[in-house]
């Protein structure tokens, strides 16, 4: 075992080697919402993985749904949508996306060494902005 990390009072310890997933994530097509990913997360992923992205700190988790559930998001119907435009500019730069993505701090357990630069990467191609997290298992 290594530490993971410290938080106060509380040390998280995760093996050195992951173990394998308990089963194969479901097809993409098949999550549609956040509840779905955050299912498929639990379902697949080791508990100890699990445990450290879903426990937040304090508060945390319950602010960031409530923070969330402010924003609605309101359906237009028989609207022409040939030509969506949600490209933005962030901190003074374009971006893809109205919004920027950050991988969880110390990303790399979820998916071994590829987990946060095969992040990156996705972001990259996507034309999006990434923030760095706080906490990493690779050098930036």
Do not use: Q
């Not at 009072?9 to 956040?34: E, G, K, Q, V």
């Not at 969330?68 to 609207?79: E, I, M, S, Y």
């Not at 933005?88 to 987990?115: Q, R």
Request: hydrophobic letters at 40%; proline letters at 9%.
């Amino acid at each position: 075992l290594r530490p993971l990390g410290c938080s106060g009072f509380f040390r998280t310890w995760i093996p050195c080697t992951m173990p394998a997933p308990s089963r194969p994530p479901p097809p993409l097509a098949d999550l549609c919402s956040c509840s779905d990913f955050e299912r498929a997360a639990r379902e697949c992923l080791p508990d100890v993985v699990w445990d450290y992205i879903a426990g937040g700190e304090a508060d945390t988790m319950e602010e960031n749904r409530s923070a969330f559930g402010a924003f609605k998001l309101r359906p237009r119907v028989l609207r022409d949508i040939s030509a969506v435009d949600i490209t933005s500019t962030l901190f003074g730069a374009a971006t893809a996306t109205p919004f920027y993505l950050s991988s969880v701090a110390k990303g790399g357990i979820v998916s071994g060494e590829a987990g946060e630069a095969a992040f990156v990467r996705a972001v990259a191609t996507a034309g999006s902005t990434y923030i760095v997290p706080h906490s990493s298992t690779m050098a930036y």
